[in-house]
């Protein structure tokens, strides 16, 4: 039986830890429930037209700024298994459900390449596509195959190769033409059995360096990216966020020329004809980092994460953030865009 509950909170269900209510929440174990899901009274009854639908991970990506006046349903849908394999690569195809950590440790611990900068993600196997989850100078559209999943208007199953997903940073096809219409039920990746370690981003350099490491392993890789994540990041069992609120902006040479003339120790990645800002020294550069007021707050180690130390609401942790936005706006002249799901 499938595990259905009415008027049910999501504190637990989300990394803010903000406590709104769901009408209804289905847990969704297995793809095969989902025929089971869209037969029940809550998709067939009178009111069912004016049901919406949200597929929810582990909700580390999302504030909830009110009641959600509709079905929640939580992807729970578990299981790894290898698909195919070659002598340079292996094909494995992972439930939703995962936890996106517990798919890095096993490709880590079975010697297999290609999301070991991506260690300690909060989240889903499902979610990586969603916003083409990155961290470290990788980005899992570079080892996604295809994702398996349901829309949820047509009612109809669906498989998207890589190309069509359509991969840009922190975005996809589910953030545009397919937002919110389609459940992912598994996730087809690519690991590669050859290493080609990528150091180059955040300080894992530096940490090798450090730790005397010419020729890391997989798991020198990841180690340290767990080490430089724990030291940087709030953990959201003690301190309620959801990673990154807004995206690092790019400016276009001439704007970034202005900038470096006003601010000449502004921090900035090269890409091509573009420079990318870092949001978080934006945002610190006006004054946010540490503020706070109640419980809604900017965190005092990373300007870019937003936090709850305890009773704040999605409406204050919002405001907060458009107030930092427009002040960013006032300073540098860059609007800088919103990366969690406001809902
Ligand atoms: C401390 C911290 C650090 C973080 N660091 C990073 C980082 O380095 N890089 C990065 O990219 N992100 C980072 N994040 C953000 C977050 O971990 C990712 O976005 C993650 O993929 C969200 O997974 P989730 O299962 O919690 O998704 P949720 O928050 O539950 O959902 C996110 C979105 O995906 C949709 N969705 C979820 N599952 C499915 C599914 N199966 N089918 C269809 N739609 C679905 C939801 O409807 C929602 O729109 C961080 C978050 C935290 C709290």
């Given at each position: 039986m499938?595990?259905?509950?009415?008027?049910?909170?999501?504190?637990?269900?989300?990394?803010?830890?903000?406590?709104?209510?769901?009408?209804?929440?289905?847990?969704?174990?297995?793809?095969?429930?989902?025929?089971?899901?869209?037969?029940?009274?809550?998709?067939?009854?009178?009111?069912?037209?004016?049901?919406?639908?949200?597929?929810?991970?582990?909700?580390?990506?999302?504030?909830?700024?009110?009641?959600?006046?509709?079905?929640?349903?939580?992807?729970?849908?578990?299981?790894?298994?290898?698909?195919?394999?070659?002598?340079?690569?292996?094909?494995?195809?992972?439930?939703?459900?995962?936890?996106?950590?517990?798919?890095?440790?096993?490709?880590?611990?079975?010697?297999?390449?290609?999301?070991?900068?991506l260690t300690l993600i909060p989240g889903t196997v499902g979610a990586a596509p969603i916003q083409n989850i990155g961290a470290y100078g990788v980005e899992a559209g570079d080892v996604i195959v295809r994702i398996n999943g349901f829309h949820l208007e047509k009612r109809e199953w669906l498989m998207l190769g890589n190309k069509e997903c359509g991969f840009g940073y922190r975005d996809s096809i589910f953030k545009r033409e397919l937002r919110n219409k389609v459940l992912i039920t598994s996730v087809v990746l690519r690991l590669s059995k050859v290493f080609r370690p990528k150091p180059d981003y955040g300080g894992i350099k530096e940490?090798?360096?450090?730790?005397?490491?010419?020729?890391?392993?997989?798991?020198?890789?990841?180690?340290?990216?767990?080490?430089?994540?724990?030291?940087?990041?709030?953990?959201?069992?003690?301190?309620?966020?959801?990673?990154?609120?807004?995206?690092?902006?790019?400016?276009?040479?001439?704007?970034f020329e202005n900038l470096l003339k006003a601010f000449p120790d502004i921090r900035y990645y090269r890409q091509g004809e573009l420079y990318k800002i870092p949001a978080g020294w934006l945002i610190e550069h006006a004054g946010w980092k540490g503020y706070r007021l109640d419980d809604a707050g900017c965190y005092d180690r990373q300007a870019l994460i937003l936090v709850n130390y305890g009773r704040a609401t999605g409406e204050e942790i919002l405001a907060l953030s458009e107030k930092i936005k427009s002040s960013v706006f006032n300073k540098f002249g860059i609007m800088i865009e919103r990366e969690v799901n406001v809902i």
């Open positions: 499938i595990e259905y509950g009415k008027n049910i909170s999501l504190r637990p269900f989300n990394t803010f830890g903000i406590d709104v209510k769901a009408d209804h929440l289905f847990h969704l174990r297995r793809r095969e429930e989902i025929s089971e899901i869209l037969a029940h009274r809550v998709f067939t009854g009178a009111s069912a037209g004016m049901n919406s639908v949200l597929v929810l991970g582990q909700g580390s990506n999302i504030l909830f700024t009110n009641d959600f006046r509709g079905t929640v349903i939580r992807n729970e849908i578990t299981g790894v298994r290898v698909l195919d394999e070659s002598e340079e690569s292996l094909f494995l195809e992972a439930g939703a459900g995962v936890i996106w950590q517990e798919l890095v440790e096993y490709t880590v611990s079975h010697g297999l390449a290609g999301i070991e900068n940490e090798l360096a450090k730790r005397d490491i010419t020729n890391p392993s997989i798991r020198d890789i990841s180690d340290i990216v767990l080490q430089i994540r724990r030291a940087k990041l709030p953990d959201p069992s003690d301190i309620g966020n959801a990673g990154s609120f807004f995206k690092n902006p790019t400016v276009g040479k001439g704007e």
